[in-house]
């Protein structure tokens, strides 16, 4: 398992923007595919976005396609959501999750380390 910690939550209004970074201390960081996950109050956690681990690919939730781009900096072992045009129902505590499935993470279950979380909230 790899230690993760997000940053960069806060209160942002309708429409603004937040950049989120999660910093992993893992030796090996370029050989896990990435995801951020969020969970709203009274829900499940749910998918964000995926990169996998040379960032050939990215796979998004429909929610927020268009509006959300996941980066990486392999150099810097830290991923990144950058998060424009924000919604209300986008408020939720946002995860960062390593898998050891560097191309083929899809799902929930293929990530095994997990950040703490950071609060997102979006007034209307």
């Known amino acids: 398992q790899v230690q993760l910690v997000e940053s960069g939550g806060g209160l942002v209004q309708a429409g603004g923007s937040l950049r989120l970074s999660c910093a992993s201390e893992?030796?090996?960081?370029?050989?896990?595919?990435m995801g951020w996950f969020r969970q709203a109050p009274g829900k499940e956690r749910e998918l964000v976005a995926i990169i996998t681990s040379s960032s050939s690919r990215t796979n998004y939730a429909d929610s927020v396609k268009g509006r959300f781009t996941i980066s990486r900096d392999n150099a810097k072992n830290t991923v990144y959501l950058q998060m424009n045009s924000l919604k209300p129902e986008d408020t939720a505590i946002y995860y960062c999750?390593?898998?050891?499935?560097?191309?083929?993470?899809?799902?929930?279950?293929?990530?095994?380390?997990w950040g703490q979380g950071t609060q997102v909230t979006v007034s209307s």
């Open positions: 893992g030796r090996f960081f370029s050989t896990y595919a």
């Open positions: 999750a390593a898998s050891r499935s560097s191309y083929t993470a899809q799902s929930q279950a293929d990530f095994d380390s």
